[in-house]
Structures are given as structure tokens and as C-alpha cells.
């Protein structure tokens, strides 16, 4: 889809050819995109957000007509998931670090609840130890997610 600002100052989507494979994490994000592709910068990260959302709406819809029990599902997925505060303590960082990572594109959420806790994958544990190693290195913030991503 291609974003455009309407004579009202408010996004309109048009259908475009590309197609986004990778999920967006944070939905809690979609301002800051929305806003980075109205005042003429890449819509990617924009494009990313809305496919993600259009892929999670299929799913749920699809389990419900097929008569898959969605909860059974989240509620296996999100034990190996891990929230915030059980990801700082396993990696040694502050609540605020991890925070400001993901709002930087370095980690990435793998799911939010419904109470709006954000959940993080195992996998982060690991991504969090390679950035404070790079930061060992002395490279700065866009550097490392250059490296990671």
C-alpha cells in the first residue's frame, strides 16, 4: 500500500506490488511511522505495521471459521514469551533500556496482551547480550542495528 495525505491532512492508503514478510513488532509505534511517511519519508515501516495487523485480523478469522480455539493457542505461545521485567532481570539491563531498544528497532516484541503487557522472545535475551557486546566495541546505536538487522 502506498500512503498518501488526503486534502483533510489524513492518511489514505492505495494498493502498491510489494510484499512485506516481515512482521512489525510494536504496534505502539505506528504514530512515529505513520507520521515518517506523511512528511515524505519512507513508507516502509508504515506498510510493515499495516500488513502485520492485516495478517493477524486473517488469522483470527481464519481459526474461527475453521473452529481452532484461539485461546488455547495464545496461551501457549505467550508462557514461552517473556514480559519486560523478566527480560531485564535475565539479561542484567534496566526496564527503561529495553524500553528505549525497542523504540529504536533493536528488539522487537513478539506479541502484546491483552492488558497491554509486552511480550519478548526468548530470542531477545540473546540480541540484548550482542548489543551490549558491540557497545563494548564502541559503536553507536545505528550501528549495531546496521549489524543485527
Given at each position: 500500500?502506498?500512503?498518501?495525505?488526503?486534502?483533510?491532512?489524513?492518511?489514505?492508503?492505495?494498493?502498491?506490488?510489494?510484499?512485506l514478510?516481515?512482521?512489525?513488532?510494536?504496534?505502539?509505534?505506528?504514530?512515529?511511522?505513520?507520521?515518517?511517511?506523511?512528511?515524505?519519508?519512507?513508507?516502509?515501516?508504515?506498510?510493515?505495521?499495516?500488513?502485520?495487523?492485516?495478517?493477524?485480523?486473517?488469522?483470527?478469522?481464519?481459526?474461527a471459521?475453521?473452529?481452532?480455539d484461539?485461546?488455547?493457542?495464545?496461551?501457549?505461545?505467550?508462557?514461552?514469551?517473556?514480559?519486560?521485567?523478566?527480560?531485564?532481570?535475565?539479561?542484567?539491563?534496566?526496564?527503561?533500556?529495553?524500553?528505549?531498544?525497542?523504540?529504536?528497532?533493536?528488539?522487537?516484541?513478539s506479541?502484546?496482551?491483552?492488558?497491554?503487557?509486552?511480550?519478548?522472545?526468548?530470542?531477545?535475551?540473546?540480541?540484548?547480550?550482542?548489543?551490549?557486546?558491540?557497545?563494548?566495541?564502541r559503536?553507536?546505536?545505528?550501528?549495531?542495528?546496521?549489524?543485527?538487522?
Amino acid at each position: 500500500m502506498h500512503v498518501r495525505r488526503s486534502s483533510r491532512c489524513r492518511p489514505v492508503l492505495e494498493p502498491c506490488h510489494e510484499v512485506l514478510t516481515e512482521p512489525v513488532a510494536s504496534c505502539g509505534e505506528l504514530d512515529r511511522r505513520l507520521e515518517k511517511a506523511q512528511l515524505g519519508g519512507s513508507d516502509l515501516d508504515y506498510k510493515k505495521v499495516i500488513y502485520d495487523a492485516a495478517n493477524r485480523s486473517l488469522d483470527i478469522y481464519l481459526n474461527a471459521l475453521t473452529g481452532k480455539d484461539d485461546k488455547k493457542l495464545s496461551q501457549k505461545s505467550d508462557s514461552d514469551l517473556l514480559r519486560i521485567g523478566q527480560l531485564a532481570k535475565q539479561t542484567g539491563e534496566s526496564n527503561a533500556t529495553i524500553r528505549y531498544w525497542t523504540k529504536e528497532g533493536l528488539i522487537e516484541i513478539s506479541d502484546t496482551t491483552a492488558a497491554g503487557y509486552q511480550l519478548y522472545a526468548p530470542e531477545m535475551i540473546e540480541r540484548i547480550k550482542t548489543i551490549r557486546h558491540l557497545q563494548g566495541q564502541r559503536l553507536t546505536l545505528s550501528e549495531i542495528k546496521g549489524r543485527i538487522k
